[in-house]
Protein backbone atom coordinates (compact mmCIF):
# COMPACT_ATOMS: atom_id res chain seq x y z
CA UNK A 1 0.00 0.00 0.00
CA UNK A 2 1.43 3.39 -0.69
CA UNK A 3 2.77 5.85 1.71
CA UNK A 4 0.36 9.24 1.77
CA UNK A 5 1.93 12.60 2.94
CA UNK A 6 0.37 16.26 3.06
CA UNK A 7 2.26 19.50 0.96
CA UNK A 8 1.81 22.86 0.37
CA UNK A 9 3.04 25.38 -2.60
CA UNK A 10 5.32 28.02 -0.50
CA UNK A 11 4.95 30.25 -3.58
CA UNK A 12 1.11 30.65 -3.75
CA UNK A 13 0.75 28.84 -6.55
CA UNK A 14 -2.61 27.28 -6.05
CA UNK A 15 -3.80 23.62 -7.29
CA UNK A 16 -7.26 23.51 -6.50
CA UNK A 17 -8.85 21.62 -9.31
CA UNK A 18 -11.96 20.02 -8.42
CA UNK A 19 -12.33 17.27 -9.86
CA UNK A 20 -8.27 15.67 -8.25
CA UNK A 21 -5.48 13.92 -10.67
CA UNK A 22 -2.29 11.87 -9.85
CA UNK A 23 1.11 13.34 -11.41
CA UNK A 24 4.21 11.38 -11.01
CA UNK A 25 7.23 13.76 -10.55
CA UNK A 26 10.48 12.81 -9.65
CA UNK A 27 12.35 13.17 -6.66
CA UNK A 28 15.87 14.71 -5.98
CA UNK A 29 17.27 10.99 -4.86
CA UNK A 30 15.32 9.73 -8.08
CA UNK A 31 12.28 8.03 -6.68
CA UNK A 32 8.97 9.84 -7.85
CA UNK A 33 6.07 10.19 -6.08
CA UNK A 34 2.55 11.06 -7.25
CA UNK A 35 1.26 14.22 -6.64
CA UNK A 36 -2.81 14.64 -5.53
CA UNK A 37 -4.37 17.99 -6.49
CA UNK A 38 -6.71 18.38 -3.54
CA UNK A 39 -9.96 20.01 -3.44
CA UNK A 40 -12.02 21.93 -0.70
CA UNK A 41 -15.23 20.04 0.74
CA UNK A 42 -18.52 22.05 1.77
CA UNK A 43 -17.06 22.90 5.23
CA UNK A 44 -13.81 24.30 4.06
CA UNK A 45 -11.87 21.34 4.40
CA UNK A 46 -9.16 20.31 1.89
CA UNK A 47 -9.43 16.97 0.78
CA UNK A 48 -7.71 14.83 -1.85
CA UNK A 49 -8.92 11.03 -2.93
CA UNK A 50 -6.17 8.67 -3.50
CA UNK A 51 -6.15 5.01 -5.31
CA UNK A 52 -4.97 2.37 -3.09
CA UNK A 53 -2.00 0.54 -5.20
CA UNK A 54 -0.75 -3.19 -5.05
CA UNK A 55 1.85 -3.74 -2.07
CA UNK A 56 4.71 -3.37 -3.84
CA UNK A 57 4.67 0.47 -4.97
CA UNK A 58 5.91 1.87 -2.39
CA UNK A 59 5.42 5.49 -4.00
CA UNK A 60 4.66 8.58 -1.73
CA UNK A 61 1.30 10.28 -2.67
CA UNK A 62 1.72 13.95 -1.79
CA UNK A 63 -1.23 16.16 -1.19
CA UNK A 64 -0.74 19.33 -2.95
CA UNK A 65 -2.86 21.80 -0.50
CA UNK A 66 -3.29 25.19 -0.87
CA UNK A 67 -3.36 26.48 2.85
CA UNK A 68 -3.95 29.96 2.30
CA UNK A 69 -7.36 31.61 3.60
CA UNK A 70 -10.51 31.97 1.95
CA UNK A 71 -11.91 35.41 1.20
CA UNK A 72 -15.37 34.93 -0.88
CA UNK A 73 -15.92 36.66 -3.88
CA UNK A 74 -19.98 36.76 -4.55
CA UNK A 75 -21.12 37.89 -7.52
CA UNK A 76 -25.02 40.09 -7.70
CA UNK A 77 -26.51 40.09 -10.89
CA UNK A 78 -28.82 42.57 -12.65
CA UNK A 79 -32.18 43.16 -13.27
CA UNK A 80 -33.33 39.87 -15.43
CA UNK A 81 -30.15 38.54 -14.78
CA UNK A 82 -31.40 36.06 -12.24
CA UNK A 83 -33.43 32.97 -12.92
CA UNK A 84 -36.95 32.95 -11.52
CA UNK A 85 -39.37 30.08 -11.14
CA UNK A 86 -43.34 30.15 -9.33
CA UNK A 87 -43.22 29.04 -5.95
CA UNK A 88 -46.66 27.46 -6.71
CA UNK A 89 -45.69 25.40 -9.30
CA UNK A 90 -42.83 24.98 -9.92
CA UNK A 91 -42.87 26.22 -13.63
CA UNK A 92 -40.12 29.09 -15.37
CA UNK A 93 -41.09 32.10 -15.07
CA UNK A 94 -37.84 33.70 -16.52
CA UNK A 95 -34.84 31.77 -17.87
CA UNK A 96 -33.91 34.48 -20.41
CA UNK A 97 -32.46 32.80 -23.28
CA UNK A 98 -28.65 31.67 -23.89
CA UNK A 99 -27.92 32.27 -27.64
CA UNK A 100 -24.34 31.66 -26.85
CA UNK A 101 -23.57 28.55 -28.44
CA UNK A 102 -25.14 26.35 -31.49
CA UNK A 103 -27.48 24.04 -29.80
CA UNK A 104 -28.86 26.62 -27.97
CA UNK A 105 -29.13 29.40 -31.15
CA UNK A 106 -32.50 27.93 -32.61
CA UNK A 107 -34.26 27.77 -28.72
CA UNK A 108 -32.99 30.91 -27.94
CA UNK A 109 -34.41 32.25 -31.28
CA UNK A 110 -37.82 30.78 -30.87
CA UNK A 111 -38.11 31.73 -27.42
CA UNK A 112 -37.72 35.41 -28.03
CA UNK A 113 -40.45 35.05 -31.06
CA UNK A 114 -42.60 33.31 -28.81
CA UNK A 115 -42.45 36.09 -25.97
CA UNK A 116 -42.89 38.50 -28.56
CA UNK A 117 -46.72 37.49 -28.85
CA UNK A 118 -47.34 37.64 -25.34
CA UNK A 119 -50.38 39.79 -24.15
CA UNK A 120 -50.62 42.03 -21.51
CA UNK A 121 -52.39 39.79 -18.99
CA UNK A 122 -50.15 36.86 -19.87
CA UNK A 123 -47.14 39.45 -19.15
CA UNK A 124 -48.77 40.83 -15.68
CA UNK A 125 -49.47 36.97 -14.94
CA UNK A 126 -46.10 35.70 -15.50
CA UNK A 127 -44.44 38.77 -13.72
CA UNK A 128 -46.24 38.67 -10.37
CA UNK A 129 -43.77 39.62 -8.13
CA UNK A 130 -45.68 37.87 -4.79
CA UNK A 131 -45.44 33.86 -5.96
CA UNK A 132 -41.47 34.79 -7.81
CA UNK A 133 -38.88 33.11 -6.17
CA UNK A 134 -35.15 32.55 -7.42
CA UNK A 135 -34.37 29.49 -9.16
CA UNK A 136 -31.42 27.46 -9.04
CA UNK A 137 -32.25 25.08 -11.45
CA UNK A 138 -30.46 26.69 -14.47
CA UNK A 139 -27.57 25.54 -17.02
CA UNK A 140 -24.55 25.71 -15.94
CA UNK A 141 -21.00 25.94 -17.71
CA UNK A 142 -18.10 26.21 -15.28
CA UNK A 143 -16.03 27.27 -18.41
CA UNK A 144 -12.07 27.01 -16.97
CA UNK A 145 -12.95 27.44 -13.69
CA UNK A 146 -11.34 24.30 -12.63
CA UNK A 147 -14.74 23.58 -10.98
CA UNK A 148 -17.12 20.53 -11.57
CA UNK A 149 -20.69 21.39 -12.93
CA UNK A 150 -21.70 20.03 -9.53
CA UNK A 151 -19.83 21.99 -6.93
CA UNK A 152 -20.73 25.37 -9.66
CA UNK A 153 -24.10 25.15 -9.37
CA UNK A 154 -23.68 24.65 -5.35
CA UNK A 155 -21.93 27.95 -5.28
CA UNK A 156 -24.97 29.58 -7.06
CA UNK A 157 -23.86 29.72 -10.94
CA UNK A 158 -27.00 27.90 -11.69
CA UNK A 159 -29.21 31.38 -10.61
CA UNK A 160 -28.01 33.89 -12.87
CA UNK A 161 -28.21 34.00 -16.47
CA UNK A 162 -25.38 31.86 -18.32
CA UNK A 163 -24.36 33.78 -21.45
CA UNK A 164 -24.41 37.27 -19.56
CA UNK A 165 -22.33 36.25 -16.25
CA UNK A 166 -20.98 32.71 -16.22
CA UNK A 167 -17.71 32.92 -18.59
CA UNK A 168 -17.08 36.16 -16.19
CA UNK A 169 -17.76 34.10 -13.39
CA UNK A 170 -14.94 31.24 -14.41
CA UNK A 171 -12.54 34.05 -15.63
CA UNK A 172 -12.51 35.32 -11.81
CA UNK A 173 -12.55 31.63 -10.35
CA UNK A 174 -9.77 31.11 -12.65
CA UNK A 175 -7.28 34.37 -12.51
CA UNK A 176 -8.27 35.41 -8.91
CA UNK A 177 -6.57 31.91 -7.81
CA UNK A 178 -3.87 31.87 -9.85
CA UNK A 179 -1.75 35.39 -9.49
CA UNK A 180 1.52 33.31 -9.11
CA UNK A 181 2.93 29.93 -11.15
CA UNK A 182 6.01 28.11 -10.36
CA UNK A 183 7.14 31.36 -8.28
CA UNK A 184 6.73 33.79 -11.06
CA UNK A 185 3.34 36.05 -11.60
CA UNK A 186 0.94 34.37 -14.08
CA UNK A 187 -1.63 35.43 -17.09
CA UNK A 188 -3.08 38.88 -17.00
CA UNK A 189 -1.67 39.74 -13.93
CA UNK A 190 1.95 39.52 -15.64
CA UNK A 191 0.99 39.60 -19.52
CA UNK A 192 -1.16 41.61 -21.95
CA UNK A 193 -2.63 40.83 -24.63
CA UNK A 194 -1.30 42.33 -28.38
CA UNK A 195 -4.58 42.05 -29.93
CA UNK A 196 -6.68 43.51 -26.83
CA UNK A 197 -9.11 40.88 -27.24
CA UNK A 198 -9.17 38.54 -24.84
CA UNK A 199 -6.86 40.43 -22.30
CA UNK A 200 -6.13 44.28 -21.63
CA UNK A 201 -3.23 45.39 -24.00
CA UNK A 202 -1.16 45.88 -20.76
CA UNK A 203 -0.74 43.66 -17.68
CA UNK A 204 -2.23 44.51 -14.72
CA UNK A 205 1.49 44.72 -12.66
CA UNK A 206 3.19 47.91 -13.31
CA UNK A 207 0.75 49.61 -15.19
CA UNK A 208 -0.89 52.79 -13.84
CA UNK A 209 -4.93 52.72 -13.07
CA UNK A 210 -5.34 55.74 -15.02
CA UNK A 211 -4.71 53.97 -18.01
CA UNK A 212 -7.57 51.53 -17.86
CA UNK A 213 -9.97 55.02 -17.32
CA UNK A 214 -9.06 54.59 -13.30
CA UNK A 215 -9.56 58.50 -11.91
CA UNK A 216 -7.53 60.43 -9.50
CA UNK A 217 -4.67 59.13 -7.47
CA UNK A 218 -4.12 55.51 -7.92
CA UNK A 219 -0.57 53.91 -8.26
CA UNK A 220 0.69 50.64 -10.16
CA UNK A 221 0.77 47.65 -8.29
CA UNK A 222 4.13 46.26 -8.88
CA UNK A 223 5.11 42.00 -8.36
CA UNK A 224 7.10 43.02 -5.21
CA UNK A 225 4.12 45.46 -3.84
CA UNK A 226 2.41 45.06 -0.32
CA UNK A 227 -1.05 44.62 -2.43
CA UNK A 228 0.07 42.15 -4.74
CA UNK A 229 1.76 40.05 -1.74
CA UNK A 230 -1.77 40.58 -0.02
CA UNK A 231 -4.05 39.67 -2.82
CA UNK A 232 -1.74 36.44 -3.40
CA UNK A 233 -1.85 36.00 0.33
CA UNK A 234 -5.26 34.71 0.06
CA UNK A 235 -7.69 32.52 -2.21
CA UNK A 236 -10.64 33.59 -3.46
CA UNK A 237 -14.17 30.65 -4.14
CA UNK A 238 -16.48 32.48 -6.85
CA UNK A 239 -19.78 32.49 -5.65
CA UNK A 240 -23.05 33.55 -7.34
CA UNK A 241 -26.14 34.75 -5.74
CA UNK A 242 -29.59 35.19 -7.93
CA UNK A 243 -32.40 37.33 -6.41
CA UNK A 244 -35.98 38.51 -7.12
CA UNK A 245 -35.85 41.20 -9.36
CA UNK A 246 -39.46 41.86 -9.47
CA UNK A 247 -39.64 42.75 -5.55
CA UNK A 248 -38.13 45.91 -3.61
CA UNK A 249 -34.31 46.15 -3.48
CA UNK A 250 -34.13 46.23 -0.29
CA UNK A 251 -36.09 42.59 0.35
CA UNK A 252 -33.38 41.51 -2.24
CA UNK A 253 -30.68 42.88 0.07
CA UNK A 254 -31.94 41.27 3.38
CA UNK A 255 -32.48 37.91 1.51
CA UNK A 256 -28.99 38.01 -0.45
CA UNK A 257 -27.58 38.42 3.39
CA UNK A 258 -29.21 35.66 4.65
CA UNK A 259 -29.94 33.21 1.42
CA UNK A 260 -32.99 31.36 1.01
CA UNK A 261 -33.98 28.06 0.44
CA UNK A 262 -36.28 27.05 -3.38
CA UNK A 263 -38.74 23.85 -2.66
CA UNK A 264 -40.42 22.63 -5.55
CA UNK A 265 -43.69 21.71 -4.90
CA UNK A 266 -44.00 19.11 -7.33
CA UNK A 267 -40.96 16.72 -5.70
CA UNK A 268 -40.62 18.22 -2.31
CA UNK A 269 -36.73 18.72 -3.00
CA UNK A 270 -35.63 21.82 -1.09
CA UNK A 271 -32.57 23.51 -2.99
CA UNK A 272 -30.41 26.13 -0.91
CA UNK A 273 -29.12 29.39 -2.42
CA UNK A 274 -26.76 31.00 0.32
CA UNK A 275 -26.83 34.25 1.55
CA UNK A 276 -23.72 35.84 2.00
CA UNK A 277 -23.84 35.38 5.56
CA UNK A 278 -23.72 31.43 5.10
CA UNK A 279 -21.13 31.97 2.21
CA UNK A 280 -18.66 33.33 4.96
CA UNK A 281 -19.29 30.81 7.35
CA UNK A 282 -18.93 27.91 5.15
CA UNK A 283 -14.92 29.49 4.19
CA UNK A 284 -14.35 29.90 8.24
CA UNK A 285 -14.37 33.82 7.04
CA UNK A 286 -16.71 36.96 8.55
CA UNK A 287 -16.56 38.89 5.18
CA UNK A 288 -16.85 38.55 1.84
CA UNK A 289 -16.02 40.65 -1.45
CA UNK A 290 -18.83 41.65 -3.31
CA UNK A 291 -18.96 42.32 -7.27
CA UNK A 292 -22.06 43.59 -8.71
CA UNK A 293 -23.59 44.50 -12.45
CA UNK A 294 -25.94 46.67 -12.74
CA UNK A 295 -29.36 46.70 -10.56
CA UNK A 296 -27.22 44.45 -8.64
CA UNK A 297 -25.00 47.49 -7.11
CA UNK A 298 -28.32 49.29 -5.50
CA UNK A 299 -29.13 45.29 -4.03
CA UNK A 300 -25.59 45.43 -2.72
CA UNK A 301 -26.03 48.98 -1.35
CA UNK A 302 -29.33 47.94 0.61
CA UNK A 303 -28.03 44.97 2.10
CA UNK A 304 -24.70 46.76 3.21
CA UNK A 305 -26.13 50.23 4.05
CA UNK A 306 -29.69 49.68 5.20
CA UNK A 307 -30.05 45.32 6.08
CA UNK A 308 -26.89 45.83 8.27
CA UNK A 309 -24.51 44.07 6.25
CA UNK A 310 -21.61 46.73 6.01
CA UNK A 311 -19.68 44.23 8.88
CA UNK A 312 -20.32 41.43 6.20
CA UNK A 313 -18.48 42.30 3.36
CA UNK A 314 -14.82 43.84 3.13
CA UNK A 315 -15.43 45.54 -0.63
CA UNK A 316 -17.87 46.31 -3.25
CA UNK A 317 -17.04 46.26 -7.20
CA UNK A 318 -19.89 47.68 -8.85
CA UNK A 319 -19.81 47.05 -13.14
CA UNK A 320 -22.67 49.62 -14.96
CA UNK A 321 -24.17 50.58 -12.12
CA UNK A 322 -27.65 52.47 -12.80
CA UNK A 323 -26.34 54.98 -9.69
CA UNK A 324 -28.76 57.47 -10.10
CA UNK A 325 -31.18 55.70 -12.04
CA UNK A 326 -31.91 55.85 -15.84
CA UNK A 327 -34.50 57.68 -18.20
CA UNK A 328 -34.87 54.81 -19.84
CA UNK A 329 -37.22 53.07 -17.27
CA UNK A 330 -39.64 56.14 -17.71
CA UNK A 331 -39.21 56.29 -21.14
CA UNK A 332 -40.42 52.39 -21.39
CA UNK A 333 -43.10 53.32 -19.56
CA UNK A 334 -45.07 55.89 -22.50
CA UNK A 335 -43.82 53.56 -25.13
CA UNK A 336 -42.69 50.07 -24.28
CA UNK A 337 -39.75 48.29 -25.84
CA UNK A 338 -37.47 50.68 -28.18
CA UNK A 339 -36.79 47.41 -30.53
CA UNK A 340 -37.42 43.83 -31.27
CA UNK A 341 -35.24 42.39 -28.45
CA UNK A 342 -36.51 44.49 -25.70
CA UNK A 343 -40.30 44.59 -26.63
CA UNK A 344 -39.79 40.45 -26.47
CA UNK A 345 -38.25 41.02 -23.26
CA UNK A 346 -40.08 43.64 -21.72
CA UNK A 347 -43.27 44.47 -23.95
CA UNK A 348 -44.25 45.85 -27.39
CA UNK A 349 -45.96 48.91 -26.50
CA UNK A 350 -46.67 51.11 -23.17
CA UNK A 351 -49.59 48.99 -22.19
CA UNK A 352 -47.63 45.82 -21.73
CA UNK A 353 -44.44 47.42 -20.10
CA UNK A 354 -46.97 48.81 -17.81
CA UNK A 355 -48.73 45.46 -16.79
CA UNK A 356 -45.03 44.51 -15.45
CA UNK A 357 -43.22 47.28 -14.18
CA UNK A 358 -45.93 48.62 -12.23
CA UNK A 359 -46.03 45.94 -10.42
CA UNK A 360 -42.41 45.48 -9.79
CA UNK A 361 -41.11 48.03 -7.40
CA UNK A 362 -37.13 46.63 -8.19
CA UNK A 363 -37.71 47.68 -12.04
CA UNK A 364 -39.44 50.52 -10.72
CA UNK A 365 -36.25 51.86 -8.67
CA UNK A 366 -34.99 52.02 -12.23
CA UNK A 367 -36.32 55.08 -12.65
CA UNK A 368 -34.32 57.98 -12.23
CA UNK A 369 -34.06 59.42 -8.88
CA UNK A 370 -33.72 62.89 -6.92
CA UNK A 371 -30.27 63.22 -7.47
CA UNK A 372 -29.92 62.25 -11.27
CA UNK A 373 -28.23 64.66 -13.62
CA UNK A 374 -27.61 66.38 -10.55
CA UNK A 375 -31.44 67.07 -10.22
CA UNK A 376 -32.17 68.81 -13.60
CA UNK A 377 -34.91 68.72 -15.86
CA UNK A 378 -34.78 65.64 -17.75
CA UNK A 379 -38.42 64.83 -18.91
CA UNK A 380 -38.52 67.57 -21.98
CA UNK A 381 -40.85 68.55 -24.44
CA UNK A 382 -39.51 70.84 -27.22
CA UNK A 383 -40.98 72.48 -30.05
CA UNK A 384 -39.75 72.06 -34.50
CA UNK A 385 -36.94 74.37 -33.59
CA UNK A 386 -35.72 72.60 -30.63
CA UNK A 387 -36.83 75.36 -28.18
CA UNK A 388 -37.59 73.67 -24.92
CA UNK A 389 -41.10 74.70 -23.59
CA UNK A 390 -41.82 71.98 -20.74
CA UNK A 391 -38.56 70.54 -18.71
CA UNK A 392 -39.70 68.45 -15.58
CA UNK A 393 -39.09 67.88 -12.92
CA UNK A 394 -38.67 70.79 -11.56
CA UNK A 395 -38.86 70.00 -7.57
CA UNK A 396 -40.00 66.64 -7.33
CA UNK A 397 -39.96 63.73 -10.10
CA UNK A 398 -42.53 61.78 -7.68
CA UNK A 399 -45.13 64.37 -7.66
CA UNK A 400 -44.95 66.00 -11.37
CA UNK A 401 -43.78 62.76 -13.71
CA UNK A 402 -44.02 59.77 -11.72
CA UNK A 403 -47.56 59.90 -9.94
CA UNK A 404 -49.19 62.42 -12.22
CA UNK A 405 -51.94 61.40 -14.46
CA UNK A 406 -51.97 64.42 -16.85
CA UNK A 407 -51.08 63.53 -20.39
CA UNK A 408 -46.88 64.15 -20.09
CA UNK A 409 -47.23 61.93 -16.66
CA UNK A 410 -46.09 58.69 -16.07
CA UNK A 411 -49.24 57.23 -16.33
CA UNK A 412 -51.82 59.36 -17.99
CA UNK A 413 -54.26 56.18 -18.57
CA UNK A 414 -54.62 54.13 -15.13
CA UNK A 415 -56.23 51.69 -17.38
CA UNK A 416 -53.36 50.10 -17.88
CA UNK A 417 -52.66 49.02 -14.50
CA UNK A 418 -53.41 45.28 -13.13
CA UNK A 419 -55.03 43.90 -16.87
CA UNK A 420 -54.56 40.45 -15.39
CA UNK A 421 -56.54 41.48 -11.87
CA UNK A 422 -53.85 40.27 -9.54
CA UNK A 423 -53.18 43.41 -7.60
CA UNK A 424 -57.19 44.25 -7.35
CA UNK A 425 -57.54 40.36 -5.98
CA UNK A 426 -55.21 40.91 -3.24
CA UNK A 427 -56.29 44.25 -2.24
CA UNK A 428 -59.65 42.64 -1.83
CA UNK A 429 -58.01 39.54 -0.02
CA UNK A 430 -56.49 41.98 2.52
CA UNK A 431 -59.73 44.38 2.86
CA UNK A 432 -57.50 47.07 1.20
CA UNK A 433 -59.32 50.38 0.80
CA UNK A 434 -56.62 51.34 -1.72
CA UNK A 435 -58.14 51.06 -5.62
CA UNK A 436 -55.54 49.54 -7.92
CA UNK A 437 -54.37 53.64 -8.81
CA UNK A 438 -53.61 54.54 -5.31
CA UNK A 439 -51.96 50.83 -4.44
CA UNK A 440 -49.38 52.21 -7.68
CA UNK A 441 -49.25 55.36 -6.26
CA UNK A 442 -48.36 54.12 -2.96
CA UNK A 443 -45.71 52.03 -4.41
CA UNK A 444 -43.69 54.99 -6.27
CA UNK A 445 -43.60 57.05 -3.15
CA UNK A 446 -41.86 53.94 -1.25
CA UNK A 447 -39.77 53.80 -4.36
CA UNK A 448 -38.37 57.75 -4.26
CA UNK A 449 -38.15 57.27 0.04
CA UNK A 450 -35.39 54.26 -0.99
CA UNK A 451 -33.95 56.69 -3.75
CA UNK A 452 -33.51 58.82 -0.84
CA UNK A 453 -31.53 56.30 0.96
CA UNK A 454 -29.04 55.53 -1.78
CA UNK A 455 -28.12 59.38 -2.35
CA UNK A 456 -24.72 59.22 -1.69
CA UNK A 457 -24.66 56.31 0.50
CA UNK A 458 -21.93 53.43 -0.18
CA UNK A 459 -20.00 50.66 0.98
CA UNK A 460 -16.69 52.45 2.68
CA UNK A 461 -14.89 50.28 0.71
CA UNK A 462 -15.84 50.83 -2.88
CA UNK A 463 -14.87 50.17 -6.04
CA UNK A 464 -16.74 51.32 -9.59
CA UNK A 465 -16.59 51.15 -13.42
CA UNK A 466 -18.66 52.25 -16.13
CA UNK A 467 -18.91 52.88 -19.94
CA UNK A 468 -18.99 56.27 -21.69
CA UNK A 469 -19.16 55.65 -24.93
CA UNK A 470 -16.18 54.12 -27.26
CA UNK A 471 -12.70 53.51 -26.85
CA UNK A 472 -10.29 56.05 -28.42
CA UNK A 473 -6.56 54.50 -29.46
CA UNK A 474 -4.66 56.35 -27.10
CA UNK A 475 -1.08 54.11 -28.11
CA UNK A 476 0.88 55.76 -30.88
CA UNK A 477 3.99 54.78 -32.31
CA UNK A 478 5.15 57.62 -33.85
CA UNK A 479 4.47 55.95 -37.26
CA UNK A 480 1.98 57.66 -39.23
CA UNK A 481 1.89 54.51 -41.63
CA UNK A 482 0.83 52.25 -38.10
CA UNK A 483 -1.75 52.39 -36.17
CA UNK A 484 -2.52 52.92 -32.62
CA UNK A 485 -3.53 49.80 -30.77
CA UNK A 486 -6.18 49.48 -28.60
CA UNK A 487 -8.79 47.39 -26.89
CA UNK A 488 -11.61 45.57 -28.91
CA UNK A 489 -14.30 48.49 -28.96
CA UNK A 490 -17.89 48.31 -29.99
CA UNK A 491 -18.51 51.59 -32.41
CA UNK A 492 -19.54 55.28 -30.49
CA UNK A 493 -23.35 54.58 -32.34
CA UNK A 494 -23.76 51.29 -30.51
CA UNK A 495 -23.18 52.71 -27.18
CA UNK A 496 -25.32 55.58 -27.01
CA UNK A 497 -28.39 56.21 -24.65
CA UNK A 498 -31.16 58.31 -23.39
CA UNK A 499 -29.42 61.49 -21.30
CA UNK A 500 -32.76 62.83 -21.58
CA UNK A 501 -36.84 61.62 -22.41
CA UNK A 502 -37.67 64.40 -25.20
CA UNK A 503 -40.83 65.37 -26.88
CA UNK A 504 -40.75 66.92 -29.90
CA UNK A 505 -43.62 68.60 -32.22
CA UNK A 506 -45.27 70.93 -34.27
CA UNK A 507 -46.10 73.23 -31.59
CA UNK A 508 -47.93 76.90 -31.18
CA UNK A 509 -45.18 79.57 -31.17
CA UNK A 510 -44.60 80.50 -27.93
CA UNK A 511 -46.44 83.02 -25.95
CA UNK A 512 -43.12 84.66 -24.83
CA UNK A 513 -43.13 83.88 -21.43
CA UNK A 514 -41.97 80.30 -19.85
CA UNK A 515 -44.35 79.78 -17.34
CA UNK A 516 -47.03 80.91 -19.47
CA UNK A 517 -45.82 78.20 -22.00
CA UNK A 518 -45.72 75.79 -19.33
CA UNK A 519 -49.26 75.98 -17.73
CA UNK A 520 -50.67 76.05 -21.58
CA UNK A 521 -48.69 72.58 -21.90
CA UNK A 522 -49.57 71.23 -19.28
CA UNK A 523 -53.55 71.78 -19.89
CA UNK A 524 -53.09 71.04 -23.16
CA UNK A 525 -55.67 68.34 -23.87
CA UNK A 526 -54.95 64.65 -25.15
CA UNK A 527 -56.61 63.96 -27.68
CA UNK A 528 -54.97 60.33 -28.92
CA UNK A 529 -52.14 58.65 -27.62
CA UNK A 530 -50.55 55.51 -29.95
CA UNK A 531 -48.80 53.36 -27.03
CA UNK A 532 -45.64 53.70 -28.84
CA UNK A 533 -44.35 57.40 -28.02
CA UNK A 534 -46.46 59.55 -30.72
CA UNK A 535 -49.18 61.19 -29.03
CA UNK A 536 -51.72 64.08 -30.38
CA UNK A 537 -52.92 66.88 -28.69
CA UNK A 538 -54.79 69.93 -28.74
CA UNK A 539 -52.97 72.91 -28.09
CA UNK A 540 -54.46 76.62 -27.89
CA UNK A 541 -57.19 74.97 -30.63
CA UNK A 542 -54.95 73.72 -32.68
CA UNK A 543 -54.19 69.70 -33.33
CA UNK A 544 -50.34 68.84 -32.52
CA UNK A 545 -48.51 65.74 -33.11
CA UNK A 546 -45.56 64.60 -30.13
CA UNK A 547 -42.81 62.06 -31.15
CA UNK A 548 -40.20 60.66 -28.29
CA UNK A 549 -37.07 61.46 -29.38
CA UNK A 550 -35.40 58.06 -30.84
CA UNK A 551 -31.19 57.49 -30.91
CA UNK A 552 -29.31 59.02 -33.44
CA UNK A 553 -25.64 57.55 -34.88
CA UNK A 554 -24.01 60.28 -32.74
CA UNK A 555 -24.13 62.11 -29.42
CA UNK A 556 -26.97 65.01 -29.88
CA UNK A 557 -26.53 67.21 -26.97
CA UNK A 558 -27.97 66.39 -23.42
CA UNK A 559 -30.86 64.39 -24.72
CA UNK A 560 -28.92 61.43 -26.76
CA UNK A 561 -25.51 60.91 -24.53
CA UNK A 562 -22.56 58.27 -24.62
CA UNK A 563 -23.03 55.44 -21.96
CA UNK A 564 -22.99 51.81 -22.16
CA UNK A 565 -26.53 51.24 -24.25
CA UNK A 566 -28.29 51.41 -21.32
CA UNK A 567 -26.92 53.79 -18.11
CA UNK A 568 -26.10 56.54 -19.07
CA UNK A 569 -22.82 58.71 -18.10
CA UNK A 570 -24.77 61.28 -15.97
CA UNK A 571 -26.27 58.14 -14.11
CA UNK A 572 -23.09 56.34 -13.72
CA UNK A 573 -20.54 59.29 -13.14
CA UNK A 574 -22.33 60.02 -9.40
CA UNK A 575 -20.53 57.25 -7.39
CA UNK A 576 -17.27 59.61 -8.02
CA UNK A 577 -19.01 61.57 -5.22
CA UNK A 578 -20.09 58.92 -3.24
CA UNK A 579 -19.42 58.35 0.63
CA UNK A 580 -16.83 55.46 0.73
CA UNK A 581 -16.16 55.04 -2.61
CA UNK A 582 -12.46 54.53 -3.31
CA UNK A 583 -11.43 54.74 -7.03
CA UNK A 584 -14.15 55.10 -10.24
CA UNK A 585 -12.96 54.00 -13.48
CA UNK A 586 -14.13 55.77 -16.66
CA UNK A 587 -14.32 53.06 -19.51
CA UNK A 588 -15.89 52.25 -22.62
CA UNK A 589 -15.84 49.91 -25.61
CA UNK A 590 -18.80 47.47 -24.21
CA UNK A 591 -22.21 47.65 -23.59
CA UNK A 592 -23.79 47.46 -20.55
CA UNK A 593 -25.22 43.48 -20.28
CA UNK A 594 -21.87 41.75 -21.20
CA UNK A 595 -19.69 44.54 -19.29
CA UNK A 596 -17.94 42.35 -17.60
CA UNK A 597 -16.36 40.04 -20.47
CA UNK A 598 -14.61 43.22 -21.62
CA UNK A 599 -10.17 43.66 -21.30
CA UNK A 600 -10.78 46.75 -19.81
CA UNK A 601 -13.11 45.80 -16.88
CA UNK A 602 -11.46 43.02 -16.45
CA UNK A 603 -8.31 45.05 -15.46
CA UNK A 604 -10.59 47.26 -13.48
CA UNK A 605 -11.53 44.09 -11.65
CA UNK A 606 -8.30 42.54 -10.67
CA UNK A 607 -6.69 45.90 -9.96
CA UNK A 608 -9.98 46.80 -7.46
CA UNK A 609 -9.75 43.53 -5.85
CA UNK A 610 -5.94 43.60 -4.87
CA UNK A 611 -6.61 46.99 -3.89
CA UNK A 612 -9.31 45.50 -1.59
CA UNK A 613 -7.77 42.43 -0.39
CA UNK A 614 -4.61 44.70 0.65
CA UNK A 615 -6.91 46.64 3.06
CA UNK A 616 -7.87 43.43 4.51
CA UNK A 617 -4.85 43.13 6.42
CA UNK A 618 -3.89 39.83 8.05
CA UNK A 619 -6.67 39.72 10.25
CA UNK A 620 -9.07 37.76 7.83
CA UNK A 621 -11.67 36.93 10.68
Known amino acids: MSRLMSSYTPDNTPHTQDEPHATAVE ?198 SEVFKALARYRYPVYAIGYNFLQSNEVSGQQVLDGVDFRHPKTRKTMRIMGIREICRENDTSKAILITHSMGGLVARMASQFCGGACDIHGVIHGAQPATGAPLFARRFRTGGEDFIAGSLVGRNDAEFVAIASNAEGPMELAPMPDYYDGKSWWIVKDNDGNERLCLPQESALDEIYTKDAWYGLLPDSSLLDPAGIVKKRLEEQQSPLSVHEYFKQRMDLVVKRHRMLLNNYHPNTYALYGDGALEASESSGDAQIQPRQEVSLPERDLLTWGRVVWQGDLPASLGDKKADEAELKAAQLIHDDHHGTLTLRVRGQTVKLRVKKIGKEPDGEDIIGGDNTVPTWSAEAQSRGNGVQMVFVQGGYKHQFCFDHPWTRWATLYSMAQIAHSIGKKTT
Open 27 to 224: TENGSDKVQLSSRFDTDGTPIAHATLTHDSDQRCKEILVDNRHAIPVIFLPGVMGSLLANRDTGEAVWHPPNIDRITSIIPGVLSVIADWFASAVKRATRFDPIPAVVDPRGPVDAGDSGLSEEEARRRGWSTVHRWSYQPALAWLEYTLNHPMLNGEPHGEWAHGDNKGKEAALKAVLGTAPSGYGGQGPGEPITED
